[in-house]
């Protein structure tokens, strides 16, 4: 007797595409075979669905206290929000408030995450404020299971910024203790004297917010910190990267032979700075900005070819009250967007459907190589026995638009409005029990659970 069936579906990896049953047991599979005759509480019809490994949002900012708010969606509404888009897991980000150590750190978000989330997540500290002493504490930090760290290069003003040394001692420490250190790379001066120039010239409508960030800001800085990674031999993982120019340089990295991960977003496969030049243009404003058509192939070339290796949403919504806070000024905007529902119906619809990667690649990027930088494979990223019952169903003619009334996030409107995406998660399931089932939501605030991850061991 087992607790689910999941009939006749096809299976995805990174691989293979097979049509087969799943069996599922106290939250793990336990068999997959053609026909699964077992006794099953439950039976699961997906013939005509894909049935694919729970994808893991790497890059989740849930109740985030930013710009003078807090990000619209607590651990509740965005993880409802992330099994609607078929995510089984999510990390977070524990941004370090400043005098604390990274384990008070850990306890601040899992105090905040642990009653209310509804999927497994686990946490990445955000430094913020790195000294000898917190250098002392990376042992114990990655014992415990957080083996990833956040580094910003900008946002001096909001308190945030590491320097250049600081990024250099961490990726020399990643060598040795194997953890992965992730970048925001923007060039922090540069920005800040486009900022203030903007500013003295009385433009400070959301466009200049683009403006004050062109593409060479971020592209500098992801140069700058390849070069330090490459002088540390250190483990570097670029977050949300944007731009045709970033693409080049970890494509000159790989070329050399030496790994740089790099991340990005649908917002920056399907979405143009256009937009900041509409009557909603600071409900787009995040950072790294929005970028042009140009940028945007350049990224689907770059998943196509596998230099971009993960697919997350940097899921950080603010509702148009808060985005109103900078409606005279710029710089007052809270940087941020939703993202987590959409990762797979924008890849799916507008990569997979246009042939521009494979649905066994849309798996690699959004669940795989995910589980695999991060410590969590193989008990997720997989559909094998043994793994957790982390399970996503596509549907792939399932049409809907991304329409506010549409999307879970708790944001009064839709950054994708108009939009429609055909090839949409319609049941959920995460570690056996179902959280979405045919759109309905059937799961349970505080069920999800705090994954530990192991040590980075590469891709
Ligand atoms: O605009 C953004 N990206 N807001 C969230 C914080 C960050 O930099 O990831
Ligand atoms: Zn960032
Ligand atoms: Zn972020």
Known sequence: MVDIVIKEGKIVTPTDIYEADIGIKDGKI????????????????ASGKYVLPGAIDPHTHMELPFMGTTSADDFEAGTIAAAFGGVTTIIDFAIQPKG???????????????????????????VTDLNEERMAELSKVLDYGVTSFKLFMPY?????????????????ASREHR??????????PVLEYLVEKFLREGKKTPEYHALSRPNFVEGEAIQRAIYLAHATNGNLYIVHMSTKEGLVAVAES????????AETFPHYLVLTEEKYYGPDGRHYVMSPPLRSRADIEVLWKGLASEKIVTVGSDHCPFNSEQKAMGKDDFTKIPNGVPGTEVIIPILYSE?????????????????YNVAKLFGLYPRKGTIAVGADADITILDPNYEMELSVENLHTKIDYSIYDGMKVKGVPTTTICRGKPIVLNREFVGKKGEGQFIPRSRFTGL
């Open 30 to 45: 336990v068999e997959i075979a053609r026909n699964i005759e077992a006794k099953a509480e439950q039976v699961i019809d």
């Open 100 to 126: 604390k150590s990274f384990m008070d750190t850990i306890e601040i978000w899992r105090g905040k995450a642990d009653p209310k989330v509804v999927i497994d997540y686990s946490l990445h500290v955000a």
């Open 156 to 172: 001096r003003k909001e308190g945030l910024m590491s320097d250049d040394g600081r990024l250099y001692a961490m990726l020399d």
């Open 179 to 188: 953890f992965l250190v992730q970048v925001h790379a923007e060039n922090a």
């Open 254 to 261: 790989l070329n050399k032979g030496f790994p740089i991960y």
């Open 351 to 367: 990569g997979v459907r246009r042939d521009i990667i494979t649905i066994n690649q849309l798996v690699k990027f959004t669940s």
